[in-house]
């Protein structure tokens, strides 16, 4: 079966390249007989802010408590020293766990997450994936929020960052289509953009999505900026215009 499931991507052109997905030999077939319901039009794809949370039950576990040494603490220096790339959603399904699968912005040199102090509440903002066919049908119907707790501060000085991760909300696939969403925190992006006496972290995700058929294998990313004062901001992606914010504004911010 696999043989002539094969054998049929080869015979169509529109096959030659085969996507990383795996795919039935019943789909490639439906996908011959009607190819436009199975290619995206990558025009529609648009990502919405639908708004803030209404409710964040899961959060990440934190650092062990208690005493420790904090002689070794650099405030100006952060890094990320939890997750720095994971899985959100693979071929439909949601798969990450957000207690654990998390990224930071934290002091270098940090040992126990009880030498921080003043975290505000965890935050988070809910956004809608959708993606149409060749047809103009909705085929990709996903939702997800943007979790983040900031604020942190060491001994008054600094505002870090924690517990930044993506939560799926919805997860709604035509069946033929595989959706993956995953994250990507690179170090290059982990940067003070207060003081070295006074920190404010910030930190860049990239969210990338692969939209995948027997036909097309369609991939892009959304780009959001956080900073330990609160400040978050989507800027790069097919946002809705009216929830798009300048790269410059932000640039500006990152280089003060």
Known sequence: MQFAALALALLVPAWSQVPKQP???KEILEAQKDPRHFTIDEKSIVIERLGPSVSIKDIPAPLPKGGGDESGINLGEIINIAQKIWSVIEKNKPVVDVKTQYATALPAGLTHWDSLAGWKPPKGTVYGFY???AYGMKVIDVEYQVLRTYGG???GKGQYLTAVTIEPLKVDVAWGYKFSLNVDIPDSSIVNVGTSEDPVAGMLANVKWQISTTIKDSQGKSLYYLQGNGL?????GPFKKEFVTKVERTLNTWVK
Not at 232 to 236: A, V
Request: glycine content about 8%; charged content about 30%; hydrophobic content about 30%.
């Open 131 to 133: 993606a149409k066919n």
């Open 23 to 25: 795919f039935s030999e």
């Open 232 to 236: 978050f901001q989507e800027i790069g």
């Open 153 to 155: 501060s060491y001994k």
